[in-house]
């Protein structure tokens, strides 16, 4: 999701969505996110997440907003600086 200050996040209940999509999870310059089957961008200026591993999605135990607190948000700050603008 996009917030209101134009930064972005991941939710528990979004993350859920992608985990149970396609391999590769993209966010979309609106904020949204989606998956693709291959690693091709779905639209321009699509940021690539990760790809889907069965090995990161088990060490959460079903936590899906643990594992957004612990590592996606954070990824996504620590590189707001090449992150998608709707502008752009």
Known sequence: MRGED???SINGDELATLIT???VWW???D???ITTVE???PEPNALYLMSRSQPWID???G???RACDEQLNP???ANAHVLPSEES
């Open 31 to 33: 904020g949204s996110t």
């Open 6 to 8: 134009g930064t972005y």
């Open 63 to 65: 936590d899906w907003q």
């Open 75 to 77: 990824a996504l700050r």
């Open 21 to 23: 999509g396609g391999e």
């Open 27 to 29: 966010l979309l310059p």
């Open 39 to 41: 690693r091709t961008p």
């Open 59 to 61: 060490q959460w135990g």
